[in-house]
Nanobody
Framework: QVQLVESGGGLVQAGGSLRLSCAASGRTFSSYNMGWFRQAPGKEREFVAATSRSGGIIYYADSVKGRFTISGDKAKNTVYLQMNSLKPEDTAVYYC???????????????????WGQGTQVTVSS
């Protein structure tokens, strides 16, 4: 198994930036595809960004394209989500997730992920 711990959330004004970190332990995250999801109050958990193990495939939700960037540091077993030009509608709990590499996994589907972090709150004020 892999344990995931998110950090870096907080309160920021609209237009500001935050960088979320997801530290993995138990297994190197190079063995997994990695994703970021978010969940706002009263809403379903939704896809934000994901990367294949190799980094060769990267997906972003339409709502964050051009503003968010997913990246990783293999040596640190850490994946990041750089969030720029934040909007109030980005307010949510953000979750890091890991998907066992199968070659067939859907990187944007919540149900396809095997391990989840505890979440970190991001609040964007107007």
């Amino acid at each position: 198994q892999v344990q995931l711990v998110e950090s870096g959330g907080g309160l920021v004004q609209a237009g500001g930036s935050l960088r979320l970190s997801c530290a993995a332990s138990g297994r190197t995250f190079s063995s997994y595809n990695m994703g970021w999801f978010r969940q706002a109050p009263g809403k379903e958990r939704e896809f934000v960004a994901a990367t294949s193990r190799s980094g060769g495939i990267i997906y972003y939700a339409d709502s964050v394209k051009g503003r968010f960037t997913i990246s990783g540091d293999k040596a640190k077993n850490t994946v990041y989500l750089q969030m720029n030009s934040l909007k109030p509608e980005d307010t949510a709990v953000y979750y890091c997730a890991a998907q066992r590499v199968s070659g067939l996994g859907n990187l944007v589907a919540v149900r396809e992920y095997d391990y989840w972090g505890q979440g970190t709150q991001v609040t964007v004020s107007s």
